[in-house]
């Protein structure tokens, strides 16, 4: 399959570190309620209770509904952020754009969540090859994004796309990641656009 991303595509306005760019931590939800109102209840209805769940590039709030999962595990990139969030049992600080691989065992989690992160993958292919390592056969993955990123850290690709042009990128990761099928979900709840993409291991 060709490369998704062009080194052209790969790149940011600010390339610098990214452990330095979030070095300091931002309490800030990066969406309107609207739209993060509507997440949580897409994650009620792609999960259940006692789940086992995996919060990539996650932050001081996952999101997810007022269930009682198993175990959920928060990545991310500030550990002050991660610390903060209630819902995660632990966490771990990487940067994906360096290492893709994941410290986590194969199998090992029903659902993945990536919410408003997406933008930032250098290498995504590679990345969502491992959510998809992580996930349970049936597992499901749900990436979702709006119109709002960091410009100087959101890569080229990304900056130089429309919203429908975006989802269809995800898609494209997700077929390069080894995922059977996905399904997109857009909506405007509020002033932020909607849009999730939801992936499947098996058909």
Known sequence: ???????????????????AFYGSPRFV??????????????????????????????????????????????HGLNEEELAANDRLDEYF???????????????????????????????????????????APDGTAVVSFTNRMFPTKAIRGWRQRSMDERATLVEQYFEAGGFAETTRVTDQPDTDPFYTVVGSRSE
């Open 93 to 135: 600080v990487q940067n994906f754009n360096h290492d893709q691989s994941l410290p986590l065992a194969t199998d090992k989690f029903d659902v993945l969540c990536c919410a408003l992160s997406v933008q930032y993958l250098q290498y995504p292919a590679d990345a969502f090859e491992e959510f998809g390592r992580v996930l």
């Open 29 to 74: 939800t990066h969406a309107d309620d609207g739209f993060l109102d509507r997440l949580t209840d897409l994650y009620a209805e792609l999960s259940e209770p006692g789940d086992r769940v995996f919060d990539a590039m996650s932050s001081w709030v996952s999101f997810l509904p007022a269930y009682d999962y198993e175990h959920v595990v928060g």
């Open 1 to 19: 399959m060709p490369a998704i991303l062009s080194d052209r595509d790969r790149q940011e306005l600010d390339d610098g570190d990214d452990r």
